[in-house]
């Protein structure tokens, strides 16, 4: 589905990942989001794989490339090549499974190491559909979410619960922060601007000394 170029209609192009523990359903949430699909009998990604989708934000095109990787530690040989140009990530733990919670610091060790300083990193406890299963519970994401500094969400794919939120508060995030840059880089662009325009004024200034200086010489 499309192609890794910005489209005519696209205004901006967002490279996003998703992390976090073999079969927390990072496939099936990217699934979700792009194609409204779900399988439960999906298989284990090996390497990278890939999905993009066109998100309409105020009144701007964003294209999300969203990049999907194995949780399986032998097919992770990639990861700064993974992370370069990343500005947002979703990290993902499964709320039926414990470990999967506790190994987030592993991940966020990764992210901290490997990504970008400004990367928007939403927190997924996925699953929430396996209610009598549940390991983790709300408050312990919202608590890591508040230490850490993330945004943070329960989805389930499979149910297609907050899905989409949890992809389009990542985007937003990101517009913002993008808007924000683009702003600061123009005011830096007028403010350049004002002071180039003084040195041209004392320039003049100076000419006009120098001009008086020779004419009181030859006085
Ligand atoms: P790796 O590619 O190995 O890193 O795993 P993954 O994180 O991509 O997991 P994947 O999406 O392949 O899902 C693993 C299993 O969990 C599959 O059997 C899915 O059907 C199931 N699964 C994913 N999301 C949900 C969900 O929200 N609810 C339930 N009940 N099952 C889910
Ligand atoms: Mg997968």
């Not at 992770?76 to 919670?101: K, N, P």
């Amino acid at each position: 589905m499309g192609s890794s170029l910005l489209d005519d209609e696209c205004d901006y192009l967002f490279k996003t990942v998703l992390i976090g523990d073999s079969a927390v359903g990072k496939s099936n949430l990217l699934s979700r989001f792009a194609k409204d699909e779900f399988h439960l009998d999906s298989k284990p990604t090996i390497g990278v794989e890939f999905a993009y989708r066109n998100i309409k934000v105020g009144d701007k095109m964003v294209k999300a490339q969203i990049w999907d990787t194995a949780g399986q530690e032998r097919f992770r040989a990639i990861t700064s090549s993974y992370y370069r140009g990343a500005l947002g990530a979703i990290l993902v733990y499964d709320i039926t499974r414990r470990v999967t919670f506790e190994n987030l610091r592993k991940w966020l060790h990764e992210l901290r190491e490997y990504g970008n300083r400004d990367m928007v990193i939403v927190l997924v406890g996925n699953k929430t559909d396996l209610v009598e299963s549940r390991e983790v519970e709300v408050r312990d994401g919202q608590s890591l979410a508040q230490v850490e500094d993330l945004c943070f969400m329960e989805t389930s794919a499979k149910e297609n619960l907050n899905v989409e939120d949890a992809f389009l508060q990542m985007i937003t995030k990101i517009f913002e922060i993008a808007s924000q840059k683009s702003l600061e880089a123009k005011e830096n662009e007028a403010s350049k601007q004002v002071l180039e325009g003084r040195k041209e004024i004392i320039y003049v200034v100076d000419e006009v000394t120098a001009t008086k200086h020779t004419n009181c010489c030859t006085l």
